[in-house]
């Protein structure tokens, strides 16, 4: 049974940063790809970032040279740190074994001043 846990969320300002952490279960993590989506009322789920058993990542261009996503294969986490916060950026944000329906239970960002 593989299961996702993220935290790190919290009320930021604009501007500020948060940094995200997913920890899962499983013996299979190391070999997935994972991913961040976020939801806001109204929307889509959208793809944030990914990132590869091997390490290689992957942003949308709303999240480039913004977030950065990575992972520790030991710890069974990924991480996803998040600078220059925008108030379009507040959504709650999922972890998400890519090319599953794995998912954790999400954790709420709020960028608001």
């Known amino acids: 049974q593989v299961q996702l846990v993220e935290s790190g969320g919290g009320l930021v300002q604009p501007g500020g940063s948060l940094r995200l952490s997913c920890a899962a279960s499983?013996?299979?993590?190391?070999?997935?790809?994972m991913g961040w989506y976020r939801q806001a009322p109204g929307k889509q789920r959208e793809l944030v970032a990914a990132?590869?058993?091997?390490?290689?990542?992957n942003y949308p261009d709303s999240a480039k040279g913004r977030f950065t996503i990575s992972r520790d294969n030991a710890k069974n986490t990924v991480y996803l740190q998040m600078n220059s916060l925008k108030p379009e950026d507040t959504a709650r944000y999922y972890c998400?074994?890519?090319?599953?329906?794995?998912w954790g239970q999400g954790t709420q960002v709020t960028v608001s001043s």
């Open positions: 990132i590869t058993s091997a390490g290689s990542t």
């Open positions: 499983g013996s299979i993590f190391r070999l997935n790809a």
């Open positions: 998400n074994v890519m090319f599953s329906n794995y």
